[in-house]
């Protein structure tokens, strides 16, 4: 016999252990809003989901799955297997119109295309275009197979020098480079070597003036000049000896002689005053190995008197009378 409330009972959030729920052959009458009961008949918990007793509906809290629906979205498939108490789903990707396969060559590329799902609808190939058409300045066009030929920068040779490092190519002139045929430098040329060996019959100059020893910045020491080569013959010189600041000139190479200057070997003057008979002629030429020469400045005849070397410097000429006013040109040179 049950016990009767006619009032809710509170667990307080306490468990209800062991309990058993209401066993009946069939449904009861009359029952209220989410009452439940456990069928004997068919094993099945039943719940009253209707607020009206008198049209109680009864929900099944037990039992297989009868009904499902799943719809395979854009790009999927699927297929449904039920049974009593069993339920199977199977979701399969779509097939697209690619074939399966591998895609791109050593000569062509992979195309694909791709929709708003990622799936890929269509896949190709791109032939890659392995003929590179090369040219130059001279000779005709060529055609290297990427991939199967070999490109080759070849330098000329003793002109110019290539070099493969590093995946880069270096093209320069080669340590001593010849030029087989003319060479034209349109700004300065700068040789920064010892020597300059120039075998040609002929050079044109345009500058008027040629510098030798450029390079002197102090004290001058060294002689300079100009050497002709006379093959099995001794070579001649013309060379300024820096020691004695003169020009000078060999024609066996060994003995030099003095190149002399109208400036720096004569010297003239008028004298004659109509009183005195004797002159003292400056001369400055270093030297008394001089030839003094005397003419008379009106008719131009050679005139002759007594001349004496007086010193390196000065020479002195007497009369037997008195020429007139500056009638008398004296004219020395100076030998060696």
Same mark, same amino acid.
């Given at each position: 016999?049950?016990?009767? /409330?006619? +009032?809710?009972?509170?667990?307080? @959030?306490?468990?209800?252990? %062991?309990? &058993?729920?209401? @066993?009946?052959?069939?449904?009861?009458?009359?029952?209220?809003?989410?009452?439940?009961?456990?069928?004997?008949?068919?094993?099945?918990?039943?719940?009253?989901?209707?607020?009206?007793?008198? %049209?109680?509906?009864?929900?099944?809290?037990?039992?297989?799955? +009868?009904?499902?629906?799943?719809?395979?979205?854009?790009?999927?498939?699927?297929?449904?297997?039920?049974? *009593?108490?069993?339920?199977?789903?199977?979701?399969?990707?779509?097939?697209?119109?690619?074939?399966?396969?591998?895609?791109?060559?050593?000569?062509?590329?992979?195309?694909?295309? !791709?929709?708003?799902?990622?799936?890929?609808?269509?896949?190709?190939?791109?032939?890659?275009?392995?003929?590179?058409?090369?040219? $130059?300045?001279?000779?005709?066009?060529?055609?290297? *197979?990427?991939?199967?030929?070999?490109?080759?920068?070849?330098?000329?040779?003793?002109?110019?020098?290539?070099?493969?490092?590093?995946?880069?190519?270096?093209?320069?002139?080669?340590?001593?480079? +010849?030029?087989?045929? %003319?060479?034209? !430098?349109?700004?300065?040329?700068?040789?920064?070597?010892?020597?300059?060996?120039?075998?040609?019959?002929?050079?044109?100059?345009?500058?008027?003036?040629?510098?030798?020893?450029?390079?002197?910045?102090?004290?001058?020491?060294?002689?300079?000049?100009?050497? !002709?080569?006379?093959?099995?013959?001794?070579?001649? &010189?013309?060379?300024?000896?820096?020691?004695?600041?003169?020009?000078?000139?060999? @024609?066996?190479?060994?003995?030099? /002689?003095?190149?002399?200057?109208?400036?720096? *070997?004569?010297?003239?003057?008028?004298?004659?005053?109509?009183?005195?008979?004797?002159? $003292?002629?400056?001369?400055?030429?270093?030297?008394?190995?001089?030839? !003094?020469?005397?003419?008379?400045?009106?008719?131009?005849?050679?005139?002759?008197?007594?001349?004496?070397?007086?010193?390196? *410097?000065? &020479?002195?000429?007497?009369?037997?009378?008195?020429?007139?006013?500056?009638?008398?040109?004296?004219?020395?040179?100076?030998?060696?």
């Amino acid at each position: 016999m049950a016990l009767s /409330y006619l +009032t809710d009972i509170n667990l307080n @959030k306490n468990e209800l252990q %062991n309990v &058993v729920i209401q @066993k009946l052959g069939a449904n009861p009458s009359s029952p209220a809003e989410g009452q439940i009961y456990y069928n004997s008949s068919d094993d099945t918990i039943y719940l009253n989901t209707s607020a009206d007793p008198a %049209n109680p509906v009864w929900d099944s809290l037990g039992g297989d799955i +009868t009904g499902i629906d799943i719809t395979a979205g854009t790009g999927l498939s699927g297929t449904v297997s039920t049974t *009593s108490g069993q339920h199977t789903q199977t979701i399969d990707l779509a097939d697209t119109a690619v074939t399966a396969g591998s895609y791109g060559s050593a000569t062509s590329i992979p195309t694909f295309t !791709v929709d708003d799902q990622g799936r890929l609808t269509a896949a190709g190939t791109a032939a890659i275009s392995t003929d590179l058409t090369i040219a $130059a300045d001279t000779g005709s066009d060529d055609v290297v *197979s990427v991939g199967t030929d070999t490109l080759t920068f070849a330098g000329t040779a003793n002109e110019i020098d290539t070099t493969v490092s590093n995946n880069q190519i270096q093209i320069g002139l080669v340590a001593n480079p +010849t030029v087989s045929g %003319n060479l034209i !430098v349109s700004g300065n040329l700068t040789v920064s070597g010892t020597t300059t060996t120039v075998n040609t019959e002929t050079i044109n100059l345009a500058d008027n003036i040629i510098t030798l020893n450029s390079n002197e910045a102090g004290t001058p020491s060294e002689n300079a000049g100009i050497e !002709v080569e006379r093959g099995t013959a001794t070579n001649v &010189v013309f060379r300024w000896n820096e020691g004695t600041d003169i020009w000078e000139l060999t @024609k066996d190479g060994t003995n030099y /002689y003095e190149v002399q200057t109208v400036g720096e *070997s004569t010297f003239a003057a008028s004298i004659g005053d109509g009183s005195a008979t004797s002159y $003292a002629v400056t001369h400055n030429l270093g030297t008394q190995d001089v030839i !003094v020469q005397l003419y008379d400045a009106s008719s131009l005849d050679t005139v002759y008197a007594d001349v004496v070397r007086t010193s390196t *410097s000065v &020479v002195t000429i007497d009369f037997a009378s008195a020429p007139s006013t500056n009638d008398i040109r004296v004219l020395v040179t100076k030998i060696g």
